[in-house]
């Protein structure tokens, strides 16, 4: 099994600009977190499966289409949670996630 991997900015970045088909990001913070303002926005190209109701099957079957899967949240916790939640699943897919989080995208995006 290999182990999950960690994202950059500059990789998260270069997703949400030219989506590669393959790699699905996962934003797993909370529908009321992405609501308070638009810097709060989902990262482009992103997918929402909130952590309260994260079930690893849904993500999968959500997620079917990508070879990759990247996770995020507020600050990283919440998506490494998810990461090694689906790693632990055993499938032969990419499992990542973005450590420095949304905080991280509005920061320097």
């Not at 900015?9 to 009321?32: C, G, M, Y």
């Amino acid at each position: 099994m290999t182990t999950v991997t960690a994202w950059s900015f500059e990789q998260i970045k270069e997703q949400a600009l030219h989506p590669n088909p393959s790699v699905q990001l996962v934003d797993v913070r909370e529908t009321s977190e992405h609501t308070y303002t638009p810097r709060h926005a989902p990262i482009p190209s992103s997918i929402s499966i909130p952590m309260s109701s994260f079930d690893p099957a849904t993500a999968i079957s959500k997620c079917s289409h990508a070879d990759h899967l990247v996770f995020y949240c507020e600050a990283g916790v919440r998506a490494k949670r998810a990461a090694d939640m689906i790693q632990g699943l055993g499938l032969k897919k990419i499992i990542s996630y973005y450590p420095g989080s949304h905080k991280e995208w509005r920061e320097k995006s």
